[in-house]
């Protein structure tokens, strides 16, 4: 396949309906031959159809929420919103040169929340949503084996291994905010969960209120610490 070539993926079992993974975008294909045997190798993005999404922008947005500003992307690009972004207030937001994708992307990031785009939909909520929600699947590392919500045996573990690395680990995170209300500049401290470790993670992002000031230290806190307690496990699955 040519760079740029769309092609759909599933994964599972012969005895098994397939997973459907999406529509993806060929961007570095490969090929050899030799001995009669020739092979081809590519690899692949998650595929946008929309190319509006990815057209540099440059605009300003005063005293609107996350999810107003999301809701407007969505609308714009003709999109179905899955989720409830935040509705933290922003006194002033820049979106300047970059597309919509790289805006939503940093609106992320900076409120603690998930993104991506799949087809027509565009998924937007935060993290502690996703976390709220009921597990799919069990691992009982004594049994060596994978529960589903009902209790149905649909794989096996064949090794798991995890370790910690408290070396950059940080504990808390510390951020200066503008209280509008008070008129004037506050601080706030947020504590990692989990992570013992004393250093202080000093953060110098603009944040417009206590809100704002709460998911920027979440969100900065989850990226630093994500090498704090690395797990592998290796299984087999239906």
């Known amino acids: ?6 092609m759909s993926a599933a994964l599972g079992y012969a005895e098994l309906p397939p997973l459907q993974c999406g529509l993806f975008e060929v961007d570095q294909p490969s090929f050899a031959a030799g001995s009669g045997v020739d092979t081809c190798e590519f690899s692949a993005v998650s595929a946008i159809l929309n190319e509006d999404l990815r057209k540099m922008r440059s605009e300003a947005s005063e005293k609107l929420t996350v999810a107003d500003m999301v809701r407007k992307i969505a609308t714009r690009n003709g999109l179905t919103l899955i989720g409830n972004p935040p509705e ?3 006194e002033r937001e820049t979106q300047r040169r970059q597309s919509d994708i790289e805006f939503l992307k940093r609106l992320a990031e900076d409120h603690d929340c998930i993104f991506s785009i799949k087809g027509d939909r565009l998924v937007f909520m935060p993290i502690t949503d996703l976390e709220a929600q009921p597990p799919a699947l069990f691992l009982d590392l004594a049994l060596e084996r994978i529960f589903d919500a ?4 649909v794989g096996r573990i064949l090794g798991a291994s995890g370790s910690f690395n ?14 509008g209300p008070k008129g004037k500049e506050l601080e706030y401290t947020e504590t990692a969960k989990g992570v013992s470790s004393r250093e202080v993670l000093e953060i110098d992002d603009r944040a417009d209120s206590l809100a704002h ?5 979440r969100s900065t806190l989850r990226i630093a610490n994500r ?8 299984l087999t699955g239906h």
């Not at 090498?227 to 290796?234: A, F, M, T, V």
């Open 166 to 179: 408290a070396s950059g680990a940080y504990g808390s995170a510390h951020i200066h905010y503008f209280d």
């Open 1 to 6: 396949p040519a760079p740029g070539a769309l």
């Open 213 to 217: 000031a709460q998911s920027i230290c």
């Open 88 to 90: 933290t207030m922003l």
């Open 150 to 153: 009902g209790n149905t045996e």
């Open 227 to 234: 090498g704090y307690k690395p797990l592998s496990i290796e």
